[in-house]
């Protein structure tokens, strides 16, 4: 492993993080009322996966974020991009203030992700079904490359549709990409209806394991869970990890809690302080 290459900025303590997970919800809230964006709820609900992987898990070092030896993180959920900007810019790859901006005409911070648009971001996403194919070439690459560096890829239950995703799923196993992990924001939302009525989606935990994964099923806002699965890539089996992570839409905002309005609705300037007000942080 590079010398230039951190390692994680913890293991935080789980009540340490809890703070910091509310923190950036509160951010988000804040940046979709001044941006005027959307997909605030798929925002929320990947928050505490995000916080642990880049707090507890990457080996990243945010003032050479293209060194090669990085840990991969893919958000190919790609319209909750603002929770990965919150993230990179807590963890010091840009300045806060460029959250002030997210959405702007010409500023760096895209409602959904273009290619390298930041310091920290992997891949342009949105398109749903291309992170996990992206993710498995970086993981075949490293391998041929003799890198040790892992590939993390959030996906969304939504993005489940996608064939891509189920080919890139087959492909992993059989070639053994056990430095490759895929972790599900399982909200049971997607933007017309829930997840499990639009397709047949349970029980995903069985899918992947039938597709060869590791596959683990946990609740996706407990943050000591996330770690100890992200913990275990690679394991010792050679399978790559699938972890289901399930979660709430809308998570830490009780009006917005499983509410699906919150996939296209803009809080207004009274919405932002009673959210403020339910994440204890008026």
Not at 2 to 11: D, L, M, N, R
Not at 71 to 95: C, N, Q, T
Not at 223 to 240: E, F, I, M, W
Request: charged fraction near 15%; proline fraction near 7%.
């Amino acid at each position: 492993m590079s010398p230039s290459v951190s390692s994680p900025a913890g293991p935080g303590q789980t009540s340490d993080l809890g703070l910091v997970a509310r923190q950036l919800r509160l951010r988000l809230v804040q940046m979709s009322h001044a941006a005027g964006t959307p997909h605030l709820g798929s925002a929320l609900s990947c928050v505490d996966i995000l916080v642990a992987a880049y707090w507890n898990i990457l080996r990243i070092d945010p003032s050479n974020p293209r060194d090669p030896n990085r840990d991969r993180f893919i958000l190919s959920k790609g319209h909750a991009a603002s929770a990965l900007y919150a993230v990179l810019a807590e963890r010091g790859f840009f300045p806060r203030a460029w959250l002030d901006t997210f959405a702007q005409h010409g500023a760096p911070l895209a409602e959904q992700p273009a290619p390298h648009c930041a310091p920290g971001v992997e891949l342009a996403t949105g398109s749903l079904g291309h992170g996990l194919p992206v993710g498995v070439g970086m993981a075949l690459a490293a391998r041929i490359q003799k890198r040790d560096h892992r590939v993390f890829v959030c996906l969304s239950d939504g993005e489940c549709n996608e064939g891509t995703v189920w080919e890139a799923a087959l492909f992993a196993p059989a070639h053994r990409l056990s430095q490759l992990a895929v972790i599900i924001d399982y909200n049971k939302w997607q933007a017309t209806g829930r997840s499990n009525e639009v397709m047949s989606l349970p029980s995903l935990r069985e899918k992947w394991a039938a597709f060869g994964w590791n596959a683990i099923e946990l609740d996706g806002h407990d943050l000591g869970a996330l770690t100890a699965a992200l913990q275990s890539v690679p394991n010792a089996s050679g399978q790559p990890t699938a972890i289901i992570a399930n979660t709430i839409k809308g998570k830490g905002v009780p009006f917005m809690e499983d509410d699906n309005n919150w996939h296209y609705r803009i809080p207004k300037a009274d919405e932002v302080t009673k959210a403020a007000q339910a994440l204890g942080l008026a």
